[in-house]
């Protein structure tokens, strides 16, 4: 699993002119999954994003997590993380799970960061989407399992 985490400001989501996702203060996460993924991996990476102290304190250290924060989530599924560039000029997807295997891992992921107590807002899977993130920083991070 592999997930790109950016602060952000504010972000939303639209498919086709209609927002479906949309959160103010807290965190985007661009969210890849692999053959291998399994329920423990999902946990981890939840664990990790929830807890990651990537928000300042007073004194301007990241000292503080999103849930510290009252921030909230904006998941989106993004088999391209797992775009493999290494030969040719078109990438290979073959890394990412298949839709059947993806989508059901990826609403466990996202039901496991609302169980920490976490508002998570996020796409629709499948779709095309415009994603518009006001990325606070900027602050982007790799979490892998």
């Known amino acids: 699993m592999r997930?790109?985490?950016?602060?952000?400001k504010q972000s939303k989501v639209t498919v086709a002119g209609e927002i479906v996702g949309k959160i103010e203060h807290g965190l985007v996460l661009l969210v890849g999954i692999t053959h291998e993924d399994t329920e423990k991996d999902l946990a981890f990476v939840a664990d990790k994003v929830a807890n990651l102290r990537i928000f300042e304190d007073d004194q301007e250290?990241?000292?503080h997590s999103v849930l510290d924060t009252g921030g909230a989530i904006l998941s989106i599924s993004q088999f391209t993380l797992y775009g493999d560039c290494r030969k040719g000029r078109r990438?290979?997807?073959i890394q990412a799970a298949?839709?059947?295997v993806a989508k059901p891992l990826y609403d466990r992921f996202n039901e496991l960061l609302r169980e920490k107590g976490l508002q998570v807002e996020t796409g629709r899977f499948g779709a095309?989407?415009?994603v518009e993130i006001f990325n606070d920083g900027p602050v982007t991070l790799i979490v892998e399992s």
Request: a positive charge; zero cysteines; proline letters at 11%.
């Open 128 to 130: 095309m989407m415009d």
């Open 61 to 63: 250290k990241m000292n």
């Open 3 to 8: 997930v790109v985490v950016q602060r952000s």
């Open 98 to 100: 298949r839709p059947e």
């Open 91 to 93: 990438p290979s997807f």
